[in-house]
């Protein structure tokens, strides 16, 4: 018997007012790794679907920001606002097939900025905001990815 294993790239988002932290998954779904920024600005939709194309992406899986109580805040409501403008955009094919995932968030930051100090980056590119969101993006993305394996083990869903 043989075990099937899905070839779907996915890609997580770590949505920032000014930057957006880009990952994407390998092709087995299994691993995230840490793509780019992209500027949040006009030109954010169009990017973000040029990305979905060259990387052929699947499934977003967008960061979800709540408080420590499980609550709604500022940012909550900037990225649900991101999210429905993402929907609209990626409506019509050969977008209209990709899935959009929220998924907690809540210590990606906290967890990136840690990990760049453990990992011995220089103090100089800890201090650039995009490292952060970049790695936030991939910590985001590897504990959605990680959960599926724990609910669906052996299955790649």
Same mark, same amino acid.
């Given at each position: 018997?043989?075990?099937? &294993?899905?070839?779907?790239?996915?890609?997580?988002? =770590? /949505?920032?007012?000014?930057?957006?932290?880009i990952a994407v998954s390998d092709e087995s779904s299994s691993i995230a790794f840490g793509r780019e920024i992209?500027?949040?600005? $006009? !030109?954010?939709?169009?990017?973000?679907?040029?990305?979905?194309? =060259?990387?052929?992406? #699947? %499934?977003?899986?967008l960061g979800y920001p709540l408080t420590l109580k499980g609550e709604k805040s500022e940012q909550t409501l900037?990225?649900? $606002?991101?999210?429905? !403008?993402?929907?609209?955009?990626?409506?019509? *094919? *050969?977008?209209?097939?990709?899935?959009? &995932?929220?998924? !907690?968030?809540?210590? #990606?930051?906290?967890?990136?900025? !840690?990990?760049?100090?453990?990992?011995?980056?220089?103090?100089?590119?800890? %201090? %650039?905001?995009?490292?952060?969101?970049?790695?936030?993006? +991939?910590?985001?993305?590897? +504990?959605?990815? =990680?959960?599926? $394996? $724990?609910? /669906? *083990?052996?299955?790649?869903?």
């Amino acid at each position: 018997m043989y075990l099937q &294993i899905s070839m779907a790239k996915i890609m997580g988002i =770590d /949505h920032g007012n000014v930057r957006i932290g880009i990952a994407v998954s390998d092709e087995s779904s299994s691993i995230a790794f840490g793509r780019e920024i992209i500027l949040n600005n $006009k !030109d954010v939709f169009a990017k973000i679907k040029k990305f979905v194309s =060259d990387e052929s992406i #699947t %499934q977003i899986v967008l960061g979800y920001p709540l408080t420590l109580k499980g609550e709604k805040s500022e940012q909550t409501l900037s990225v649900e $606002k991101f999210e429905a !403008d993402l929907r609209i955009a990626l409506a019509e *094919p *050969p977008f209209s097939n990709i899935t959009i &995932i929220r998924w !907690d968030e809540r210590f #990606t930051s906290k967890m990136a900025s !840690d990990s760049m100090f453990e990992s011995g980056m220089k103090k100089k590119k800890r %201090q %650039q905001k995009g490292n952060i969101d970049i790695i936030s993006a +991939s910590l985001m993305l590897q +504990s959605y990815l =990680d959960s599926r $394996k $724990k609910f /669906h *083990p052996g299955s790649g869903e």
